[in-house]
């Protein structure tokens, strides 16, 4: 394959995962903001009322960082495991590695989708 062929190839699967994304929106981005919105509220209201101020930041500007990444990650690793495992049971996955596709892009292209979604995912 040509580098303009592969590169081709590695938009099409990163356009595909995103569009796995968002066509189950009510379950791929949905549930994640809203758990974050649950420990937002749970650690920063009743809990973060508790705790004293660390230097110059309050707890729920602590707290911030760490949740919004944790949303992200989780939800990153999440997105590229489901798409693994659904191509394995949909026997799809053969179809991908006989492809003449380098599997570095293989891998690079379902990334892709799980950064997309993590971004998604992660209350702004």
């Known amino acids: 394959m040509t580098p303009g062929q592969q ?11 995103l569009l796995r ?6 379950q791929t981005l949905l ?6 919105t649950i420990y937002f509220v ?14 110059d930041f309050s707890y729920i500007q602590f707290i911030f960082p760490g949740l919004i990444m944790l ?9 590229v495991a489901s798409s693994f ?10 179809e991908l590695l006989v492809a003449p596709m380098h599997d570095a ?3 690079a292209g379902y990334v892709s989708g799980g950064v997309i979604r993590g971004c998604c995912a992660a209350p702004w």
């Open 71 to 79: 949303s992200a990650i989780t939800n990153s690793y999440t997105n």
């Open 85 to 94: 495992f659904s191509c394995k049971f949909q026997r799809s996955v053969e």
């Open 7 to 17: 590169y081709r190839a590695f938009l099409t699967l990163a356009h595909k995962e």
């Open 105 to 107: 892009l293989i891998v």
């Open 42 to 55: 749970i650690f920063g209201n009743f809990l973060g009322s508790r705790i004293q101020a660390m230097g």
């Open 21 to 26: 994304v968002l066509e189950i929106w009510t």
């Open 31 to 36: 549930p994640p903001v809203m758990t974050t």
